[in-house]
């Protein structure tokens, strides 16, 4: 049995959302093991979020080279080994890390999700794999990622100080167009119309989105925003309506009212995006799923606006 004394290797490479939601299973790993210096391996691009979180004492890079340079890869495993780690819990189960198990690191102590059905969720399964070490299961369904919201006054216009407004998240990754609700531009005039303001967030991969969305963009007036700034913007707002996408799964695990649109490509039981006030409206087809929906669904839940009187919305955009 596993001292609490000794070294844990966590494995969890990503997505952003997936990382987000571990909060809780990393939460409960070190309520368990207290004492124990715990390292968490990620992508780079998570490395300085990580590197924040209070569940982890250390971060590592993994740049997952591409199997042509596996010798590289192999170097980095062995950097491993020579750390003395005794036990890997992976919490990524991919491809790539059980080929880690088999080849690297088969020598440690392996916490992996072995063959049969694949559970329903992700986090489901990385429960699963907190049983399988005989870690109690407190936290890891309510992950709380409050560490990484900052206070983000510098960014908001004065009218946005003390007023409260809609956060509308419009993109998604690049490589799933398809999860991207097409109606933002013209939410975003009926949440104005109704006296709301509207606070845009965009990412890389969605800068040509920002000239048709009405509402201040804080990416056009400060520059993209980094992660602890769009934590402390999503836990200003008053309500968060996004895709399917990282940003969406960072405000549901912020514990803030809001609302995922998911087509039929995605499952919502799979997203695990449903907890407290963050909810998920489900169509077969995004591009069938109107304005007049969404403001029914989350009117109700918004607070009476104070900003300003309702304001008219061109004919084109509604």
């Not at 080929?99 to 088969?106: D, I, M, P, R």
């Amino acid at each position: 049995m596993l001292k609490k004394t000794e070294k844990i290797l966590i494995i969890k490479h990503g997505a952003l959302g997936d990382l987000i939601q571990s909060d809780g299973v990393l939460r409960d790993i070190r309520q368990h093991y207290s004492q124990t210096e715990i390292t968490l391996l990620t992508s780079p691009m998570y490395a300085g979020l990580m590197r924040r979180c209070p569940h982890i004492d250390r971060v590592l890079s993994d740049p997952r080279l591409a199997w042509w340079q596996w010798h590289k890869q192999r170097q980095m495993l062995a950097e491993l080994r020579q750390q003395g780690y005794r036990q890997v819990i992976d919490l990524q189960n991919s491809d790539r890390t059980r080929l880690y198990q088999c080849w690297g690191l088969k020598d440690l102590n392996w916490i992996s999700r072995g063959k049969g059905p694949e559970p329903e969720s992700g986090l489901k399964g990385q429960v699963e794999l907190l049983k399988q070490a005989s870690i109690p299961v407190k936290q890891a369904f309510y992950p709380d990622v409050s560490w990484m919201s900052v206070n983000i006054s510098h960014l908001l216009p004065d009218s946005l100080q003390q007023s409260p407004f809609v956060a509308l998240i419009p993109g998604c990754s690049a490589a799933h167009p398809e999860k991207r609700w097409p109606y933002y531009p013209q939410l975003a005039y009926a949440l104005i119309a109704h006296g709301f303001e509207v606070v845009n967030i965009i990412g890389p991969d969605e800068i040509e989105l920002a000239d048709d969305l009405p509402g201040f963009t804080p990416a056009l007036e400060h520059g993209l925003l980094n992660w602890f700034e769009l934590a402390g913007l999503l836990k200003k707002a008053s309500l968060i309506i996004g895709n399917d996408t990282g940003p969406s799964h960072l405000a549901s695990c912020l514990d803030r009212p809001g609302l995922a649109l998911f087509g039929g490509e995605t499952s919502v039981a799979r997203a695990e995006i449903r907890r407290g006030e963050f909810r998920a409206l489900k169509v077969n087809d995004l591009a069938q799923l109107s304005v007049e929906t969404v403001m029914a669904s989350v009117l109700p839940r918004l607070p009476a606006p104070n900003l300003h009187p309702a304001r008219p919305v061109p004919l084109s955009s509604y």
